[in-house]
């Protein structure tokens, strides 16, 4: 079942409304993406590599927990 809307053009208002709200969160993006590049930018690829390896082994650990509960009833 395919839903078919008419699209309505934007109104001028409407227009430099939405460009205004875009334009801001692009501003925040672009603020919290030099806030971590920040704080994150001593981190040596050792440590990138040792807290990637810790997260995948986590996760595939809950994973498989997950897996034999299933599997247990």
Do not use: H
């Amino acid at each position: 079942m395919r839903l078919r809307f008419k699209e309505k053009p934007l109104s001028v208002g409407q227009e430099k409304l939405a460009v205004g709200v875009a334009g801001r969160i692009l501003a925040m993006q672009r603020k919290t993406a030099d806030y971590l590049n920040d704080r994150t930018a001593k981190v040596s690829a050792k440590t990138w590599l040792m807290l990637l390896m810790g997260f995948c082994g986590i996760t595939g650990t809950y994973l498989i927990y997950l897996l034999a509960q299933v599997f247990k009833n």
